[in-house]
């Protein structure tokens, strides 16, 4: 029907949009607190990621990772068109920070994250033992599996992401460090 033109399969359309952030700039970097970088959805949703800085129970200095919609930032109607009509219905769906939005733009938001990440480790900033992320709900735990494969591809030689459970918790935790040493 159409000649020369190959159909490509459902994994091959993800992978290509996997591969295209939205555009994105660092809002702040502050080397003993936080790092903040900040983009928008098609859909008009304002995501901040947070390099937050943090000195965990063994005392290494470490970063955690966080992406979320900044609520004060994303316009009214935005949400609105998703079906929230009220500060208040806003508020609450916000009430859990990390929790499922269900925008539909989960694609370009783990897209941008990784060019995020991946520029985060061409920056100077001040050495860390690791950086970590996590997720609890079962289809969250996928979909980071999925997005921890795409930073582990993307980091410099040297590193790599471990993950590890908790029989405490629902979280799986994802750490990414040295494969030989213990501060970047």
Known sequence: MYAGLAMRSFRQFITELLDKPLPWKWVRQDPRTVWTARFTTPKGFIYD????????PQDQRSIELVFSINERLTPTEVWV??????????????????GITKTGDELFVFATVVQIVKDFFTQDVPKWHYLSFSAAEPSRKR???RFAQMIERSLPTGYEINTTEDDRSPERYYR????DGPDF
């Not at 947070?50 to 000195?55: K, R």
């Not at 079906?83 to 806003?90: A, H, K, L, N, R």
């Open 49 to 56: 990621v947070d390099f937050d800085y943090f000195t965990d």
């Open 81 to 98: 068109e998703l079906g929230f009509d009220t500060p208040e219905s806003i508020h609450k769906a916000m009430a859990k920070p990390c």
């Open 143 to 145: 979909l980071y599996d």
């Open 176 to 179: 990414i460090c040295k494969k």
